[in-house]
C-alpha cells in the first residue's frame, strides 16, 4: 500500500477504517447519531478507488435529498474523485428511465408533471368531491404513500385502515378512487409525477433483463446512506440495481427512523444480514458530536425507549449536563427558553449555533414572540414564521376587515365567528397532514385572542385586530444568522451547539394522534433525534398548562427514569394512564369508544340515555339564541351544542365545575359563566 492510499485512513477509527477497507462482500453499516457515517462512506469510496478494489466510473452512491448528495459530491471531490456519481434516488432513476425507455417500448418517457394538485382536484370532481386546499395536500401526500408503499388504488381501503392512515373529511373508500382517477387523469394528460419516476425505472429493469444487466455492469459498487429511510419501492429497485458480485454497502440507524408516514422503513435495515448472505454487520458506536453528558442522556432514552439505538461512545471533552426543567405554562416556557438562548449567546455561543426544536408547527409561535420581544433573531425552518403563514394571514385579514365595521364585537367571539367561516371547528381534524397543520394554526390563532381577552379584560375585536398586526409587523426578520426554529423532523440531519428542546409533555411528545405502539416508537425516535442534535448545551422543557392558571399535563413518558420529578407532583403508581385520544375515550353509558369530539365532551354517544333536565336544557339553549343575536354572532360561538348539553349534564354548581366542562374556557366562564350558572341554579337570567 503507497503512502498516498494510506493516507485515505489517517484520521479514522478504527470501526470507520474498517467500512472503509472491508471489500469483496456485503457490508450494512449501523452508524449511531454523530458517528461520522458520510466521512466512513466517503472514505470507502475514496480508498476503494485508490486500492483497486473500485473503479471510480462503475460507482453510485444513493441518497435521499439534494442537499445530501450535493454534501457527498463534495466531499469526494475533495478526495479527489470528481467522476463518482453522487444522486438521489429520483435523480438516478429519471437519468436511466429517460435513457433506456425510447429502447424498451419504442417512444420518449413521459414528461413529469409538477401539476400535481390539478391532477388530484381534477380526480376528486370527477368523484363530486369538493376537497379544500389541505385535504387536496393530503390528499396527494396519500397518492405518494400508495406509490412508494405499492399499495393499488383498489386495495388502500383496507390497508390504510391497518396502517393507521386518514384523511379528514375523507373515507378511506374515497381516497381509493381518489388515488385510482389520478391515474386516469395522469393518463389524459399524457404525464408521469414525481413518484411515478421509480415506477417508471422499475417497469423499464423489471420488465428488460438486458438493460437491468446493462445498468449493473455500469454501475457494479453501489452504496446508499440513510439506509433506514428506504421505501418498499426504493428498495424494489435497489433489488434491481444490486451487482451479482455482492459489494454493495449500505449505512443508516434505526433509531432515526422519523418518516414513516411517508413510506420509510428501518424493516430492510434490520434484516439486510438475513437477505444477504456474507454480508459484514459494523457498528460505529463512538460519538464525535455531543458531549458526555448528552450522550449519556440519549443512551438512557434510546434504553428506556427500546427504540433499537447503539450505545454511544462520547469522544469529546466533558460539558454540562442537560437540564429539564417543567414550567407552569407554554408562556413560562417560551420565557424560559428566550432566557436560556440569551445566556448561552452570552457564553460565547453565535445566534447560528442554537435551536429551539418542537413536534409540530403551531407550537412556533410562541417562541417566535419570545424572541422578539429579547431582540434575539431567528430564522424558522422549513416554512414562513408563524404570522406570515397563509392561514393566518387571512384571519388577520377578515378580523381587520370586521373591525373596520364594527370594532365593539368580544375579542374572543370575534375571532371564533371568522374561524368558523373558514372552517375550524372546535373538535380537531382526523389524522394527520396538511389539514391538522393548518386547524392547529388557526386554534394558535384562538389561543392568541384568549390570552389577550384575559390580560386585557374586555378587549374587543378591534383590540385584537390592532395587536395581530402589531406582532406580525414586529416580527422579526428571518435571519441566516439567527437562533434556528424546527420541528423535530426538520431537525434531523442537522447539529447545533445548543439545543432547546420544548413541549416534552403527554399530548404532544408523544403526540396525542400517536396511538398504537408504532406510532409511539416513532414519536420516541424523534425525542431521541432531538436530543442528538445537540453538541454541548441542552435544555428540555415542558409545561404542565397550555397557556396559563393551573394546569394538569404530565411530563412526557420519555421523561421516566432520567428526569427528578418536580416538587408536588404525586408519585405515579402502577402504569402510565395512556394519552387521551379517539381511540382511548368511552361511553360512559355503555363503555363502548366515543368517536368524535362532541361525544368526548359528552362523555358518552348521541344515541345514549342522557341525564340532564330538559327544561333546563331548554332554557340554556333559549339564553344562547338571545345571547347570540344580541352580539351578531352564530349560537354556538356562544357555546357549541354539545358543550352546551354537556353543562346540563354537569349541573356544575360554581365556577370551578363550570371551567371543568370542555369548551368553557376562561374567557367563556368571565363573559357568561354568571348567567349560565343563574339558570342551572334555578334563579332569573
Known amino acids: 500500500m503507497d503512502s498516498q492510499t494510506e493516507e485515505l485512513l489517517a484520521g479514522l477509527d478504527a470501526e470507520q477504517r474498517q467500512v472503509a477497507t472491508t471489500f469483496g462482500n456485503p457490508v450494512v453499516v449501523i452508524a449511531g447519531a454523530g458517528t461520522g457515517k458520510t466521512r466512513a462512506l466517503t472514505h470507502r469510496i475514496a480508498y476503494g478507488a485508490a486500492s483497486g478494489a473500485y473503479s471510480p466510473n462503475a460507482v453510485l452512491a444513493l441518497t435521499f435529498t439534494t442537499r445530501a448528495a450535493g454534501e457527498l459530491r463534495t466531499r469526494l471531490r475533495g478526495l479527489g474523485l470528481p467522476a463518482v456519481q453522487a444522486r438521489t434516488f429520483h435523480s438516478a432513476a429519471l437519468r436511466q428511465a429517460q435513457f433506456f425507455w425510447p429502447r424498451a417500448y419504442g417512444s420518449e418517457l413521459p414528461p413529469v408533471s409538477d401539476e400535481r394538485i390539478s391532477m388530484v382536484a381534477a380526480a376528486a370532481r370527477k368523484l363530486r368531491l369538493a376537497p379544500d386546499t389541505g385535504q387536496l395536500r393530503d390528499l396527494l401526500t396519500e397518492v405518494s404513500w400508495a406509490k412508494v408503499s405499492n399499495v393499488a388504488p383498489a386495495e388502500y381501503a383496507a390497508i390504510a385502515l391497518g396502517s393507521g392512515r386518514e384523511v379528514s373529511g375523507v373515507s378511506s373508500a374515497d381516497v381509493g378512487k381518489v388515488l385510482g382517477g389520478y391515474e386516469r387523469v395522469k393518463a389524459e394528460r399524457g404525464v408521469i409525477d414525481f413518484d411515478d419516476i421509480l415506477l417508471c425505472a422499475v417497469a423499464v429493469l423489471g420488465e428488460n433483463d438486458d438493460i437491468a444487466k446493462e445498468v449493473r455492469n455500469t454501475y457494479r459498487h453501489l452504496l446508499v446512506d440513510e439506509y433506514q429511510d428506504v421505501s418498499p419501492i426504493q428498495q424494489t429497485l435497489l433489488d434491481l440495481w444490486w451487482s451479482r458480485d455482492g459489494d454493495n454497502c449500505v449505512v443508516g440507524d434505526p433509531a432515526q427512523t422519523i418518516h414513516s408516514f411517508a413510506g420509510a422503513t428501518p424493516e430492510f435495515l434490520n434484516s439486510f444480514q438475513a437477505r444477504h448472505r456474507g454480508s459484514a454487520l459494523i457498528r460505529l458506536v463512538r460519538d464525535y458530536r455531543s458531549t458526555p453528558q448528552v450522550v449519556a442522556l440519549a443512551n438512557r432514552v434510546s434504553r428506556n425507549t427500546g427504540i433499537g439505538a447503539v450505545t454511544l461512545e462520547a469522544q469529546r471533552p466533558d460539558g454540562a449536563e442537560p437540564r429539564i426543567i417543567p414550567c407552569a405554562n407554554e408562556l413560562d416556557e417560551a420565557a424560559l427558553a428566550a432566557k436560556w438562548l440569551d445566556e448561552q449567546h452570552e457564553a460565547g455561543l453565535p445566534w447560528r449555533e442554537l435551536a429551539v426544536l418542537y413536534r409540530v408547527h403551531a407550537q412556533s409561535p410562541l417562541f417566535e414572540a419570545a424572541l422578539a420581544q429579547a431582540q434575539i433573531p431567528f430564522t424558522v425552518r422549513g416554512t414562513d414564521g408563524f404570522y406570515q403563514r397563509g392561514e393566518v394571514r387571512q384571519v388577520i385579514g377578515e378580523l ?216 333546563v336544557y331548554d332554557q340554556l339553549v333559549a339564553w344562547r339564541l338571545a345571547e347570540a343575536k344580541q352580539r351578531s354572532l352564530p349560537a354556538y360561538c356562544v357555546f357549541t351544542d354539545a358543550t352546551l348539553m354537556a353543562i346540563a349534564e354537569r349541573n356544575p354548581a360554581d365556577d370551578e365545575g363550570l371551567l371543568a366542562v370542555p369548551g368553557v374556557g376562561r374567557a367563556k366562564l368571565e363573559q357568561y359563566g354568571q348567567t349560565v350558572l343563574g339558570i342551572l341554579g334555578g334563579a332569573d337570567a
Open 400 to 615: 381587520a376587515t370586521r373591525a373596520q365595521k364594527d370594532g365593539s364585537i368580544a375579542a374572543v367571539d370575534a375571532c371564533r365567528s371568522v374561524l368558523a367561516k373558514l372552517g375550524w371547528s372546535e373538535t380537531a381534524p382526523t389524522g394527520q397532514g396538511r389539514v391538522r397543520e393548518r386547524w392547529e394554526s388557526l386554534s394558535a390563532v384562538l389561543a392568541l385572542a384568549e390570552d389577550l381577552a384575559q390580560s386585557r379584560p374586555g378587549a374587543d375585536l378591534a383590540a385584537l385586530a390592532a395587536e395581530l398586526e402589531q406582532r406580525a409587523t414586529a416580527e422579526h426578520p428571518l435571519n441566516a444568522d439567527g437562533v434556528t426554529l424546527s420541528t423535530l423532523h426538520a431537525a434531523k440531519g442537522l447539529e447545533w451547539s445548543g439545543v432547546v428542546l420544548v413541549g416534552a409533555q403527554e399530548g404532544t411528545l408523544p403526540f396525542s394522534l400517536a396511538s398504537g405502539p408504532a406510532q409511539v416508537a416513532e414519536e420516541a425516535r424523534l425525542f431521541y433525534v432531538g436530543i442528538t442534535r445537540a453538541k454541548q448545551a441542552l435544555l428540555i422543557s415542558w409545561s404542565r398548562a397550555r397557556r396559563s392558571g393551573a394546569g394538569n399535563r404530565q411530563p412526557s413518558r420519555f421523561l421516566d427514569g432520567i428526569a427528578a420529578r418536580p416538587a408536588g407532583e404525586p408519585a405515579r403508581r402502577g402504569p402510565r394512564a395512556k394519552a387521551r385520544t379517539a381511540l382511548t375515550d368511552t361511553c360512559r353509558v355503555c363503555g363502548r369508544p366515543l368517536s368524535t369530539g362532541a361525544e368526548r365532551k359528552l362523555a358518552r354517544h348521541a344515541d345514549c340515555p342522557a341525564s340532564y333536565d330538559e327544561a
